[in-house]
């Protein structure tokens, strides 16, 4: 970065010292990872520079043959990753892409069901502070209150009383595996369209660590940066055909396909980001190696033995485990909030967030869980030993926090377990 860090030393040195506290912290945000080099390079290119407003062969501007064969590419890769029909690589990031599947689905006011934010949803599905729970009208569903878990029963029972037009599946905070196809036969049952959200476990989906919704849903949304390891963005993949097309959508002249890339532009993007769809072009080719299934199976056994570490130190985890990348904790028994925990573990360069557990009587500003995951320290390399003692880490933070020598020595393993472990050198 010779030139920038001439041009605007105060912004090379923010980029350098962010660079820094990534390279010298365990991240363990599970919606968080690190790019390759060629991601980065992709998203920092002159690519930057063209407006490209339409698709690949239908631009309303000129010059953009060469930009057509670069989403073309994100576009066919995408496809292979994930076996679908179509697929849209346009959405700037995962709220824009649930918000077009909204309106390419819904009119205003319609009725769809998705998992409440408190059990693990996303605010786009449902919350009432989002456009999704403004605009439409949304009977969330919740995770059973002794298990924790999704109770299909009691999901259909609901579809069948309410008859949505629309039944959203996904998680950003559910600790284990989501069963797209019984969604998928609720939905059909009812005449529901089945969207999926499936922003947080893509890049399992892709490695075929976890079911594929593909199979089962008319639209799959997902960002591009979380276990999927590429830029920050989304993309939408659906069917060509909409299903239910007469009963919904008799006065329309789209397809389900067109209907989508509609919604994205005009609907409510403007130019899209090239240089950022090269990157997701990038990532996706970076994910369709082999190497790429070893990853995600790592993300996967390093959460578990995160999980059982915690677990072990006397923790109750949410479900008592997790069988994805994500784990969350409940710090009730420890006496300790989700925020001060928070604040606990950053001072000793654990950065992990806070999060509501399945009906908190706390509020999500200081709610009594915190929310871990493996897919960044798993790009660093780490594995299962590094989680026992990232486990151990955590709890005798959590235990000592009021003695600063401990802390101190804590974060010095910390600092001595990062500097094995160097990603951005
Ligand atoms: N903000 C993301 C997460 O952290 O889960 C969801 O979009």
Redesign the pocket.
């Given at each position: 970065m010779k030139t920038l860090k001439e041009a605007d030393p105060e912004i090379y040195n923010i980029i350098q010292r962010e660079k820094q506290r990534q390279m010298n912290g365990l991240e363990l945000?599970p919606?968080e990872n690190l790019v390759s080099e060629a991601v980065l390079e992709a998203m920092g290119s002159i690519l930057t520079n063209k407006y490209s407003e339409g698709y690949p062969g239908k631009r309303y501007y000129g010059g953009n043959a060469i930009i057509d064969q670069a989403e073309t590419l994100a576009i066919e890769r995408a496809k292979q990753l994930f076996g679908c029909e179509h697929v849209n690589v346009q959405p700037l990031s995962?709220s824009p892409a649930n918000m077009a599947v909204f309106f390419a689905l819904l009119n205003p006011s319609d009725t769809f069901m998705g998992l409440d934010l408190s059990c693990g949803g996303?605010l786009t599905h449902g919350s009432p502070v989002s456009f999704s729970g403004k605009l439409f009208k949304c009977i969330p569903y919740f995770v059973d209150k002794e298990t924790e878990l999704l109770d299909y029963d009691a999901i259909k029972k609901a579809a069948i009383k309410e008859k949505p037009k629309m039944i959203l599946s996904g998680l950003?905070a559910y600790p284990r595996k989501i069963d797209f196809k019984a969604f998928g036969e609720i939905a059909e049952e009812v005449e529901a369209y089945h969207f999926a959200d499936i922003?947080?476990i893509a890049g399992l989906v892709a490695a075929d660590m976890h079911q594929s919704p593909v199979p089962y849903c008319d639209v799959v949304t997902t960002?591009t940066h979380k276990t999927l390891r590429g830029p920050r963005g989304a993309i939408i993949m659906s069917l060509t055909e909409d299903r239910y097309h007469d009963k919904y959508h008799s006065d329309a002249t789209k397809n389900l396909a067109q209907l989508i890339d509609f919604n994205v532009f005009p609907g409510i993007q403007g130019g899209p980001h090239d240089h950022t769809n090269a990157a997701k072009a990038v990532a996706f080719k970076e994910a369709l190696q082999p190497q790429f299934k070893e990853y995600s199976k790592q993300i996967v056994k390093n959460a578990s033995v995160l999980a059982d570490s915690l677990m072990g130190h006397g923790f109750r985890l949410v479900t008592n485990g997790t069988d994805n990348h994500l784990m969350l904790v409940d710090l009730t028994n420890k006496n300790i909030s989700g925020k001060e925990a928070e604040v606990v573990l950053d001072e000793i360069g654990i950065i992990v967030n806070k999060n509501t557990i399945p009906y908190d009587p706390r509020k999500p500003f200081d709610p009594s869980g915190i929310r871990l995951g493996t897919p960044l320290l798993t790009t660093r390399g780490m594995k299962e030993s590094e989680m026992k003692s990232i486990g151990d880490f955590i709890a005798k933070a959590i235990e000592h926090r009021q003695d600063k020598n401990i802390l101190e020595n804590i974060h010095n393993d910390v600092l001595a377990l990062c500097k094995r472990f160097v990603f951005y050198k």
């Open positions: 945000i919606s995962g996303h950003t922003a947080h960002t």
